[in-house]
């Protein structure tokens, strides 16, 4: 189990670093990162089987950023976990840079690029699958956006995993309820969501995105035999600074300099 | 073609625990003497292909080698930004194996045409095209591809096909094979029509007194393109021939090496599919008709080479 301290330690250092980072890149997707910086850190904080040292070590977990467009975040929270230079933050999408405003494998501790949607949990299912094959240690997590899940291709991964028994396999969903062009609700409703995930037979877990007391229980606990679990996190976009909670335009905007001092403020003062 | 294709990739696989089999439920007939032998290293991943690439580079991330099988369109087209993404910037090793390039499912309509596939394939960067000419070059391009690094598309047209080579000797990826050499023209063909062509070529030397090279373009990429220069300073006339359309295919890849070559000036001409939206539907034979007529048009050819000389 994460020590729970470290790990809201560590999302407080992805959102401030996040936050920085596509101030300085004018860089879009803030609010993704805000919503699933809770998850990263109980994932990086304790969860995931990785070594910074020795980021290739063959039996690994593997986690898959599906939301490719929640870059900064992923970046920012492998750096403080140790897998390159926190310093190395501040190349984000510069020229030259390997830390692209789209998640790259060229950065150390990222196994996938991605950034088209739908396509991160058919990775994740290659990978539980060949664990299996061999008989290997190791995990697949892949984290998905709800305006993710209007794609078929994650049904289609989603009927796979449990017909093949990937048991070894964790997709975790930053239900934040606000896609590109508007509200889940509005675009593209995805409820009854838990019971989809249900009904295409995977163990589903409901949380609050924001707990990690409850995100390191679910992420945490053996798997039921032969099924896929599904988490589905609660979350709110822009999480920990007011003025970007369950604003579609943070999916966008990138904060001036005085937005980012008072969106660090509040972001300090919540730790 | 997918005879030599299963039966290669079996005998491979059974000294190989990293080969893997994936099929978005295409097949009947031809991989149940995989799915029989190799329970463990095949999977029916069920119509879905988007998924079956995302899962192949998932496995081949882990260090399988993973070919996956479908036919026509559906293994390229229908998941191309899971091949382009997943597989090619990862550089990682899949194998799409389509069968039904070309008109092999000449009745079934537009949608079973594979006509652009070889098009759509070697855009992406990284990617191995390979449309064999006979069931000896499939079986050895099969061969190939197990040890051959980063992504390749193997297209195949079915089953039956004529054998045209007796023997192959040092078949590899990248190197054109000359079935007959000749002074006049050069004829160079990919994927099934390559029966065809040497018929045909048959047919020029016979009746009509003209001498042409074939070659088989086994590898559309990366090209052969020593083997495009010496065609043009031999022969002087080149002609790509290919069951696909014209604007993207082997001529395509071909026409920028006859443009830039420094030496000889060369005659030159894509034979294939025109660029045309159809509904036209029937027999291979009379699907080919839209290509127009081969001996014909190398006639054509050899006689604008020779009035420009």
Redesign the interface.
């Known amino acids: 189990m994460p020590n729970i301290e470290a790990t809201k330690e560590l999302a407080r250092r992805i959102r401030e670093d996040a936050l920085r980072m596509v101030h300085a890149a004018n860089a879009s997707h803030i609010g993704t990162g805000l919503s699933m910086a809770d998850i990263l850190a109980v994932l990086y904080g304790g969860v995931l089987r990785v070594d910074p040292k020795r980021p290739a070590w063959s039996d690994r977990d593997?986690l898959v950023m599906s939301k490719g467009h929640g870059a900064a975040a992923l970046y920012a929270a492998l750096a403080n976990a140790g897998f390159f230079e926190v310093a190395r933050l501040d190349t984000f999408c510069q020229d030259g840079t390997a830390l692209a405003g789209h998640v790259s494998?060229h950065v150390p501790g990222v196994?996938?690029?991605?950034?088209?949607l739908?396509?991160?949990?058919?990775?994740?299912?290659?990978?539980?699958?060949?664990?299996k094959?061999?008989a290997?240690a190791g995990r697949?997590f892949a984290i998905l956006s709800d305006g993710e899940c209007d794609e078929?291709?994650i049904w289609?991964?989603a009927?796979?995993a449990p017909?093949?028994k990937l048991d070894n396999l964790v997709a975790i969903v930053d239900y934040n309820k606000i896609q590109s062009f508007g509200s889940v609700k509005e675009v593209l409703d995805l409820e009854p969501f838990a019971d989809k995930w249900a009904a295409f037979r995977w163990d589903v877990e409901v949380v609050d995105g924001h707990d990690h007391e409850a995100l390191a229980r679910v992420l945490e606990a053996a798997p039921k035999a032969g099924r896929p679990r599904a988490v589905i996190a609660h979350t709110v976009k822009g999480k920990g600074v007011e003025f970007m909670e369950g604003k579609l335009l943070w999916h966008y905007k990138a904060p001036d300099a005085e937005q980012l001092r008072a969106a660090l403020d509040q972001v300090r003062g919540s730790s | 073609m997918r005879t030599a294709f299963i039966q290669e990739l079996l005998a491979q696989s059974r000294a190989r625990r990293d080969l893997m089999l994936l099929t978005a439920d295409l097949g009947f007939s031809v991989l149940e003497v995989f799915r029989d032998e190799m329970p463990s290293q095949y999977l029916n991943v069920g119509v879905a292909e988007q998924n079956m690439m995302g899962v192949a580079a998932g496995l081949a991330h882990l260090g399988k080698t993973v070919f996956t099988y479908s036919i026509a369109n559906f293994p390229t087209m229908r998941c191309l930004e899971q091949v382009r993404n997943d597989v090619c910037y990862h550089n990682l090793p899949v194998r799409i194996v389509a069968v039904g390039g070309g008109f092999t499912y000449s009745s079934q309509g537009y949608t079973h045409h594979g006509i652009e596939d070889i098009g759509v394939m070697r855009t992406l960067p990284g990617m191995v095209v390979i449309a064999p000419g006979d069931p000896l070059e499939t079986t050895l391009a099969t061969r190939a591809l197990c040890d051959y690094p980063g992504p390749a598309y193997l297209r195949l047209s079915k089953a039956d096909e004529p054998r045209v080579h007796e023997s192959i000797e040092g078949f590899q990826i990248g190197h054109a094979i000359q079935v007959c050499d000749g002074a006049d023209v050069t004829l160079v063909s990919t994927g099934g029509m390559l029966r065809h062509v040497v018929d045909v070529a048959e047919a020029l030397r016979s009746r009509d007194g003209i001498q042409a090279r074939v070659l088989s373009m086994h590898t559309v990429k990366p090209l052969d393109e020593a083997a495009i220069a010496r065609a043009i300073e031999d022969t002087g006339a080149v002609m790509t021939v290919e069951e696909h359309n014209v604007g993207s295919g082997l001529g395509a890849a071909v026409a920028p090496v006859v443009a830039q070559h420094a030496g000889r000036r060369a005659a030159f001409r894509i034979f294939g599919v025109p660029d045309e939206a159809y509904s036209r539907v029937g027999s291979v034979a009379y699907m080919r008709e839209m290509m127009g007529d081969l001996r014909s048009a190398t006639q054509e050819l050899v006689s604008a080479r020779r009035q420009a000389a």
């Open positions: 593997r494998h196994d996938f690029s991605t950034g088209s739908g396509h991160g949990l058919s990775l994740a299912c290659g990978v539980a699958l060949g664990l094959v061999d290997r697949a078929g291709s289609e991964a009927l796979f017909h093949h």
